[in-house]
Each structure stands twice: as C-alpha cells, then as structure tokens.
C-alpha cells in the first residue's frame, strides 16, 4: 500500500506509570541514566531494537510488561525518585536557577540560537559532528542554568546517515527514516493555538515547513520540516538530509534555517533578545530581520544597527570548505527578488558579504554573518587568533590583534559524557553533589585526591570491559553481515585485551585530522604494537562525508590495515560512530589520540569528553588541548608551530608521536606496583580529571557566552530600541557622514624618531589631525606602543591623546606623553579612528588611520 497517513499508537498505560510519556517527550532522559533505565530495564531487547528511543518504546513494549512494571514496588521506587527529581529540575523553586539568580530582570528576555545541527542523542539522527553535539550541549546546558532560551534548526527526516563498511573497505551510507511520530516531538503550537506553518520564496515558488518542538529539560528547540503539503516533491527533500545535496539544495536549506527561522519564532510569538549564529549556515536570518525592520520604515543602514546591536556569530573553523560561499549567479537566481525589499540596489546587496581572494568575488556566508552581527568569537584561544588573521581583511588598516573577533575556548556538557561508573565514583568522594561544582576549579583541586587509587583504576576497568564487549558486539555484527565463517566471527569474540592499553581515535574523517598518521612509519608501528609484554592496541571510529573521496580513502586503509596479519586484532575499525558509541569510547579506552594538522582543529571535544572520564590525552597543541596541556595531565605531539609543507609537517609530528609513546606512555602505563595498579599513569588520570573537568565545561562555556555576550546583547539592544530607535538613526546618520569624510583624513605625527631613554623619562608626542567637517570629539587619537622584536611591534598600550586646540590651518592638535614601564626596544605610533558614545565596538566601522 502507499502510505499516505502514519500515527503512533500506544498500549494501555497503567494510571500508575502514565507520566512514562511525559518523560519520553523530554530530552532530558538523554543525561540522566536513570530515566533511560525506566525503559530500557523493562525490555532490554527492545530497547536495542528501537534504538534506545522512549517514544518508539513505548509504542511496541508489551502491555503485559508495564502491568508488571506498576505492581513491582522496586520498579516504582525508582520510578517516583526519577519523576521526582524531574518535577523539582522543572519548577525549581524560589532558589531559581543560576541565570534568574544572576540576572532576576532578565528573565523575560529570549536568547535565539540558531544551528543547522543538534547532537542531543544517538536516537535522533540530526547531527553531523562535532558542531552538532556542541549545539546539542550547549541547550542541554542553557536548560541547566535556566537561561530564557530557544533553539532553531531543522528535523531531518533522513538526518546524517548511517555507516556501513563493506568487505573491501569502503563507506557505504544508509539513511533511515525518522518517523516523526515516533520521535519525542510534537508538533510546534502558536499563541492562537494552530499548529505552526510558514513559507519562504525559492525561484519561481514558495516552498513551507511545519515546524516541531522539542524539548530538551526547560527549553525548547524549533526544528523545521519541509516533508509536507503542498510542496512540490523536489521541495520536500529540501530537509531531508543534512549537509546533502548541490549548492542550490544548499542555499536553499540556509534561506529555510535563516529567513524561515526567523519567520518560525514570529509565528510562534517569540521576540528574541539576543540572536546568536552558531556557524555561518544561518547568516541569512540577520537580512531577514533587516527586511523586517525595512518594511517597518527604516533605512538598510538604520536596520542594520538594530540587528548588529543583539547578535553573536560564532565561528567553527579554518578549513576553507568549511566556510560557506556562493556564486554570484546562484544569488542573482535565489534574491533577487529580496535585495529591493532592503532597500539595496544588487552591487550593494553583494557588498555586504563579498569575499576575494583573487579567484573571483563570492558571497560568504562567514563574511555575510561577521558583517550583520555585532560580536563574534572563535571556539577556543588559537583559533580565536588564527580567525583574527584569516578575516583580517574585512578590517582594512587594523592590527591582527584588533581584529574584532574574540574567543570561547569550547567544552562539553558533563553529565551527558560522564559514565555512570565515574559518576558514581565523584559521588562518593568528591561530593554528593559535586555535578553544582562542575566549573569551579578549586572544588577540583582540593577534593581529586580524596579519590582513592585503586578506586579510581578498577572503576575505569569497569568502563573498559564495557568497551571491549561493545567493540566485540559490534565487529560480530558488521561481520556477520558481511557473510564471514564462524571460525572469523569466533575471532572477534577474543578481540581487545583489558591487559592492554587501549589507545582511542574517534571523530570525523576529514582529512585534516590525519587519521592515518600513526602508519607513517610501518615498521615502527609493527614494533609497538607487537610487543608481547606490553601489548598496545587502538581502536578508530568514524564517518566521513558521503561525497569525500579523500576521507573515505583514509577509511578503506586502516580497514586494511585491521585486516592485515600484522595488525589483526591490534588495529580495531569500528563502524557508524555516533553518541552512543561515544560514550563507551571516551570513558572506556585508556589513552585519547588526537592528531590533527595545527591549527586546524578550531577546538575539538572527543578530548574533553575522555578527560573528564580520566583518559589523559596524547594530542597535537592544537585547539583546546593548546589551552588544556600542563605536562602531567597527558602528552603532547610535535610543538607548539606551523609549518608551510605539511609532509614536513606529519614527518615531524609522527616523529615526535612514535616517540612519545614508545618513551614515556608505555614505560607510565606499564609500570604496576605490588598491588597491580599503575601509580604513575593514575597521577595522569586524576590530573587530566581535575584539571580538564572544570576548565572543559559546558557549564563554564555557557556561563561566558551569558556574561560576555549575551547579557551586555540584551541590554543593548533593549537601549537601542527606546525612542522608537532613536539611537540608531542618530548612530546611521552619524556613521554616514564619517563615511563620507573620513577619506579626507590626514595625519600627522611629531616625536622623537630613534634614540634612548632611561626607564622613567619619557617623550612628548604630538599630533595634528585634519580632517574636513568632524569634530575633534568625533575622533579618537591614540598614542600605540609596545615591544620591538626584530622588526616585528606588537601594539600592547593605547593611550588616548589629550586635545588641546584647533590651529590656525584648521587641524586639531593632539597632545601625549610616552613614559615606557620597563626597558627594552619599544615602537610608537599614532592612530586615529572615529569615535561616538553608541558605538558597541571601538573597531566596528572598520575605519583606521595610522602616523
Ligand atoms: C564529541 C563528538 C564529536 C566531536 O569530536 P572531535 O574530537 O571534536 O572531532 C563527533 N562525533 C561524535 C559522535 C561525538 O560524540
């Protein structure tokens, strides 16, 4: 039959266990075991079978079970303690939560985010990588902290797809379909109580999607779907997958996340204060609310105030292909009916996000959304820096280190990753309550030690037995599949030795991340590997992009190298890597490898999720681990630099790794003493726990997103508003004039040029600005210095000059006096920029003139 309808039925439910579907619609079940074990400890089987999702589980377990279920005193024990603890994580009270203790006035305001993925959990197939398990935790812990917030993406029927390896080798993508009436969402309500619909205009249609909600513990995320009536079939792929798909399917799926998204919260009834872009793929909401505010009656310049004034772009990477960008016919063809609408002739429209690097101008969805966003920042300090340099360009005239682009190094939500062994195991001797510490260092540094050795260790056996019956669960099934004898299945059974030191790879297959490096040296590898007293063995896991030969290929090696005779059972390919897999990799392996090309891993988190489960990392001084590293709570490879060749580069990291763990990592973890417990290799263990679980936070992370960015968001964008915008007219028009005159501009300086000082002297220095109709209130006058090494000046200090009269000629004199703090060579300059009391951003209109 063709199916045209599909609905969820569900068994009879006991009064007594009812509240089973309230849970399941909650996502809070996702970190919190104990709700996940009501269901599961019912049917395990079935469990499995639905892939570990409540709402499927409930509509095929077996009435005969749950009437069992509410007469079992035991299971509704632990029944009541759950439903507790959710009813008091809903409504927590007077006490509130951080954010209404923090913040008691802005309660009532709304903080948007918009992501193209979410990660909350295995069973809801919409993320890709590590951008989705970092929105995904980033809710999970906006929920915790009780911020007012929201998030927009989209519901993927197909998702991210799932992996299969064939017997040669290669990727085979499976995509399955989510039925939504078997996921834990429902259909999104708006305040007139009809259930929410909205459109976008694509060439030549108007294409629309239902949109859903989901809640993860407080709050809710808004994901679209374009799956329905009356969209033509092509259109109803439109949401199908992600990351699938032409430039035209692209495009368009951003014009749905941004424009639509925008549409979906006002028909909702939502008005956010605070929008923040997570990545580029939704930029285009920022010229959505543009086109709002130029229905409305405003200038683009004037709206484009408004928007910037509450908004956050947060970028997630410095592989080219990772940023976005479309050409000029493909935007011609998808707005040219919207640029009018701005107000905006079409070489005006293309201004905006233009981006040339010689090959011809494109439209950059980085450069659109750092434009039309009034703060952004990268994820973790080194990336925070290589951002700065990278889109330098859009700053003419500023220093890298002006470059308005800060940084939030990224972390992981802690309950989420943590196993419940370890969970258990903080407990019992940090504290009861240790998950209110989380972010607090010191709680960390007084009480790790409180953990004994040997509790620590055979707790971390527990969780590597656990990995080592998942990974032989795992390689019987794909090899079953395969159509293997039983005397190769048999093989599998034995695979992986707890006596072993299990070493952990697990993440994308971009090809950056070099999967394959640790075969660099064949020969080398063999020889660690194939010690019989210190057996060393290493398990990958991961997807690479349906249409990314390279990382495909780097799969379809190390499955040969799995199978080769000196690698058996030593070189373990796990396939279709996703959370649950995860969790069992981060707490259950020994060692967490990571080896990327610096700088290009903006952050990454695998890392983070192990440290926390006491795995010490081993990985390049890249991302996070630049920031996390102390020398005794894990490893590193190769230093702390570039290089411009990257063979030279892998030839020199691959170097350093062999190194490291033939010297150091497995002499530490070989090392017993007469009790069987490898002190030495504990010390790391407790080390990467105290120092990497508060640092490497979600908690930490969100509260920085709240108190650096969102909050001063919220409070200028409820400033900008008052008079009816009377400040960003003012603040448009003013900007305009400058525009106009700034080009005008001329410097110039008078001081000493060459000579020397004794420490405490100091130098006058002055300087003269002309400049046609700005007043010298209207500029900024600094006097710039700081160290000299070899010919490079590093700008530490800027200090204002003093204005001290307008000269005959009609140029504006400026006075200061440079008094240096310490010895040494310094360099001096003077610089001036254009200065006004509404600006949010010294730098932000981009204009600069130096001496
Ligand atoms: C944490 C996680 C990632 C991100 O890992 P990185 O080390 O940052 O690449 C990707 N996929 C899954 C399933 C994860 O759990």
């Not at 030549?204 to 407080?218: D, E, S």
């Not at 039309?372 to 280190?401: C, E, I, Y």
């Given at each position: 039959m063709?199916?045209?309808?599909?609905i969820?039925?569900?068994?009879?439910m006991?009064?007594r266990?009812?509240?089973?579907?309230?849970?399941a619609?909650?996502?809070?079940?996702?970190?919190?075991?104990e709700?996940?074990?009501?269901y599961?400890?019912?049917?395990?089987?079935l469990?499995?079978?639905?892939?570990?999702?409540?709402?499927?589980?409930?509509s095929?377990?077996s009435p005969v079970?749950?009437?069992?279920?509410a007469?079992?005193?035991?299971y509704l024990?632990?029944?009541?303690?759950?439903l507790n603890d959710?009813?008091?994580?809903?409504?927590?009270g007077p006490?509130?939560t951080?954010f209404?203790?923090?913040?008691?006035?802005?309660?009532?305001?709304?903080?948007a985010?918009?992501?193209a993925e979410?990660?909350?959990?295995?069973?809801?197939?919409?993320?890709?990588?590590g951008?989705?398990?970092?929105?995904g935790?980033?809710?999970?812990e906006?929920?915790?902290?009780g911020?007012?917030?929201v998030?927009v993406?989209?519901?993927?029927?197909?998702?991210y797809?799932?992996?299969?390896?064939?017997r040669e080798g290669?990727?085979?993508?499976?995509?399955?379909?989510l039925?939504?009436s078997?996921?834990?969402?429902v259909?999104?309500?708006?305040?007139d109580?009809?259930?929410?619909m909205?459109?976008?205009?694509?060439?030549?249609?108007?294409?629309?999607?239902?949109v859903?909600r989901?809640?993860?513990g407080?709050?809710?995320?808004?994901?679209m779907?374009?799956?329905?009536?009356?969209?033509?079939p092509?259109?109803?792929e439109?949401?199908?997958?992600?990351y699938?798909?032409?430039?035209?399917?692209?495009?368009?799926?951003?014009?749905?996340?941004g424009?639509?998204?925008?549409?979906?919260?006002r028909?909702?009834g939502?008005?956010?204060?605070?929008w923040?872009?997570n990545?580029?793929?939704?930029?285009?909401?920022?010229?959505?609310?543009c086109?709002e505010?130029?229905?409305?009656?405003?200038?683009?310049?004037?709206?484009?105030e408004?928007?910037?004034?509450?908004s956050?772009?947060?970028?997630?990477t410095p592989v080219?292909?990772?940023?976005d960008?479309?050409n000029y016919?493909?935007?011609?063809?998808?707005?040219?009916?919207?640029?009018?609408q701005?107000?905006?002739?079409?070489?005006q429209f293309?201004?905006?996000?233009?981006?040339?690097?010689?090959?011809?101008?494109?439209?950059?969805?980085?450069?659109?959304?750092?434009?039309?966003t009034?703060q952004h920042?990268?994820?973790?300090?080194?990336?925070?820096?290589?951002?700065?340099?990278m889109w330098?360009?859009?700053?003419?005239?500023?220093d890298v280190d002006?470059?308005?682009i800060?940084s939030?190094t990224?972390?992981?939500?802690?309950f989420?990753?943590?196993?419940?062994e370890?969970?258990?195991?903080?407990?019992?001797?940090?504290?009861?309550?240790?998950?209110e510490?989380?972010d607090?260092?010191?709680?960390?540094?007084n009480?790790i030690q409180?953990?004994?050795?040997d509790?620590?260790?055979?707790?971390?056996?527990q969780?590597?037995k656990q990995?080592?019956?998942?990974?032989?669960?795992?390689?019987?099934?794909?090899?079953?599949r395969?159509?293997?004898?039983?005397?190769?299945?048999?093989?599998?059974e034995?695979?992986?030795?707890?006596?072993a030191?299990?070493i952990?790879f697990?993440?994308?297959?971009a090809?950056?991340?070099r999967?394959?490096?640790?075969?660099?040296d064949i020969?080398?590898?063999?020889?660690i590997?194939?010690?019989?007293?210190?057996?060393?063995?290493?398990?990958?896991?991961?997807?690479?992009h349906p249409?990314?030969?390279?990382?495909k290929?780097?799969?379809?090696?190390?499955?040969?190298?799995?199978?080769?005779?000196e690698?058996?059972?030593?070189?373990?390919?796990l396939?279709n890597?996703?959370?649950d897999?995860?969790?069992?990799l981060?707490?259950?392996a020994?060692?967490?490898?990571?080896n990327p090309?610096?700088?290009?891993?903006?952050?990454?988190?695998?890392?983070?999720?192990?440290?926390?489960?006491?795995?010490?990392?081993?990985?390049?001084?890249?991302?996070?681990?630049?920031?996390?590293?102390?020398?005794?709570?894990?490893?590193?490879?190769?230093e702390?630099?570039?290089?411009?060749?990257?063979?030279?580069?892998?030839?020199?990291?691959?170097?350093?790794l062999?190194?490291?763990?033939e010297?150091e990592?497995?002499?530490?973890?070989?090392?017993y003493?007469?009790?069987g417990?490898?002190?030495r290799w504990?010390?790391?263990?407790?080390?990467?726990?105290r120092?990497?679980?508060?640092?490497?936070?979600?908690?930490?992370?969100?509260?920085e997103y709240?108190?650096?960015?969102?909050v001063?968001?919220?409070?200028?964008?409820?400033a900008i508003?008052?008079?009816?915008?009377?400040?960003v007219?003012?603040?448009?028009?003013?900007k305009?004039?400058?525009?106009?005159?700034?080009p005008?501009?001329q410097l110039?300086?008078?001081?000493?040029?060459?000579?020397?000082?004794?420490?405490g002297e100091?130098?006058?220095?002055?300087?003269?600005?002309r400049?046609?109709?700005?007043?010298p209130?209207e500029?900024?006058?600094?006097?710039?210095?700081g160290?000299?090494?070899?010919?490079?000046?590093?700008?530490?200090?800027?200090v204002?000059?003093?204005?001290?009269?307008?000269?005959?000629?009609g140029a504006?004199?400026?006075?200061?006096v440079?008094?240096?703090?310490?010895?040494?060579?310094?360099a001096?300059?003077v610089?001036?920029?254009p200065s006004?009391?509404?600006?949010?951003?010294?730098?932000?209109?981009?204009?600069?003139r130096?001496g």
């Amino acid at each position: 039959m063709k199916v045209y309808g599909r609905i969820t039925v569900f068994p009879d439910m006991p009064p007594r266990i009812n509240r089973l579907y309230e849970l399941a619609y909650n996502l809070w079940w996702s970190w919190h075991p104990e709700a996940r074990a009501l269901y599961s400890t019912l049917d395990p089987e079935l469990w499995e079978t639905v892939g570990h999702n409540p709402v499927r589980f409930l509509s095929e377990v077996s009435p005969v079970i749950l009437e069992k279920a509410a007469s079992n005193p035991e299971y509704l024990r632990q029944f009541d303690t759950v439903l507790n603890d959710f009813d008091r994580y809903m409504h927590p009270g007077p006490e509130g939560t951080w954010f209404s203790r923090t913040y008691p006035s802005l309660t009532d305001k709304t903080i948007a985010y918009f992501s193209a993925e979410f990660g909350l959990h295995e069973a809801l197939p919409i993320y890709s990588g590590g951008l989705g398990i970092l929105s995904g935790d980033h809710c999970k812990e906006a929920s915790d902290l009780g911020l007012p917030f929201v998030g927009v993406g989209f519901l993927y029927p197909q998702g991210y797809f799932s992996q299969q390896i064939t017997r040669e080798g290669r990727q085979e993508a499976i995509y399955e379909k989510l039925h939504f009436s078997q996921a834990p969402v429902v259909p999104a309500v708006g305040p007139d109580g009809h259930e929410v619909m909205i459109s976008v205009d694509l060439p030549g249609r108007r294409i629309y999607a239902k949109v859903w909600r989901l809640m993860v513990g407080r709050i809710p995320l808004y994901l679209m779907d374009t799956d329905v009536e009356p969209n033509a079939p092509a259109d109803r792929e439109l949401s199908a997958r992600l990351y699938a798909g032409d430039r035209e399917m692209r495009i368009s799926q951003e014009i749905m996340l941004g424009i639509g998204g925008v549409r979906a919260l006002r028909a909702l009834g939502i008005e956010p204060a605070v929008w923040h872009l997570n990545e580029g793929h939704a930029a285009f909401l920022s010229l959505e609310r543009c086109r709002e505010l130029v229905a409305q009656g405003m200038t683009f310049d004037e709206a484009r105030e408004v928007v910037t004034a509450n908004s956050l772009f947060t970028t997630h990477t410095p592989v080219p292909a990772g940023n976005d960008t479309f050409n000029y016919d493909l935007i011609d063809k998808y707005f040219g009916a919207y640029w009018g609408q701005l107000g905006l002739t079409r070489d005006q429209f293309l201004e905006v996000a233009r981006e040339d690097h010689g090959w011809g101008a494109t439209y950059g969805m980085t450069v659109l959304a750092l434009r039309l966003t009034g703060q952004h920042n990268g994820v973790s300090a080194l990336h925070g820096a290589v951002s700065r340099k990278m889109w330098q360009f859009l700053w003419p005239g500023l220093d890298v280190d002006d470059v308005p682009i800060g940084s939030i190094t990224n972390g992981v939500h802690t309950f989420s990753w943590i196993a419940p062994e370890i969970n258990a195991l903080f407990q019992r001797y940090l504290a009861p309550d240790w998950g209110e510490h989380i972010d607090d260092a010191a709680f960390w540094d007084n009480r790790i030690q409180n953990i004994p050795d040997d509790a620590l260790w055979h707790t971390h056996l527990q969780r590597k037995k656990q990995l080592i019956e998942y990974a032989r669960r795992s390689l019987r099934e794909q090899h079953l599949r395969l159509g293997e004898g039983s005397f190769q299945i048999a093989e599998f059974e034995q695979m992986l030795k707890p006596e072993a030191l299990i070493i952990g790879f697990a993440r994308r297959f971009a090809t950056y991340k070099r999967a394959t490096l640790l075969f660099r040296d064949i020969e080398r590898l063999k020889r660690i590997l194939n010690d019989p007293e210190r057996p060393v063995q290493i398990i990958f896991a991961g997807k690479a992009h349906p249409a990314d030969e390279p990382g495909k290929a780097l799969i379809e090696q190390i499955y040969h190298h799995s199978r080769s005779p000196e690698f058996k059972g030593k070189i373990i390919l796990l396939e279709n890597y996703d959370i649950d897999m995860a969790r069992y990799l981060v707490s259950g392996a020994d060692l967490w490898l990571n080896n990327p090309i610096r700088p290009y891993e903006a952050s990454g988190t695998s890392g983070q999720k192990a440290a926390l489960n006491g795995l010490p990392n081993f990985s390049i001084l890249d991302g996070w681990w630049a920031e996390g590293y102390n020398g005794s709570n894990g490893w590193s490879i190769g230093e702390e630099r570039e290089y411009h060749d990257q063979e030279v580069q892998a030839d020199a990291d691959s170097a350093s790794l062999y190194d490291t763990l033939e010297n150091e990592i497995i002499p530490t973890f070989f090392n017993y003493d007469e009790r069987g417990i490898p002190t030495r290799w504990i010390a790391y263990m407790k080390e990467a726990i105290r120092t990497c679980t508060p640092q490497f936070s979600m908690r930490r992370m969100v509260k920085e997103y709240t108190t650096r960015y969102y909050v001063p968001e919220i409070e200028q964008g409820t400033a900008i508003q008052q008079n009816n915008y009377e400040r960003v007219r003012t603040l448009a028009r003013w900007k305009k004039r400058v525009q106009q005159h700034w080009p005008s501009l001329q410097l110039y300086v008078n001081g000493q040029r060459e000579g020397q000082l004794s420490l405490g002297e100091s130098i006058e220095v002055h300087a003269w600005v002309r400049v046609n109709e700005l007043t010298p209130e209207e500029l900024l006058v600094e006097l710039v210095y700081g160290d000299l090494y070899e010919e490079h000046a590093r700008p530490q200090y800027a200090v204002p000059m003093r204005y001290v009269q307008r000269e005959q000629d009609g140029a504006y004199r400026f006075d200061a006096v440079l008094q240096p703090e310490a010895s040494g060579s310094i360099a001096y300059n003077v610089r001036v920029v254009p200065s006004h009391p509404l600006l949010t951003e010294k730098y932000e209109m981009g204009l600069i003139r130096w001496g």
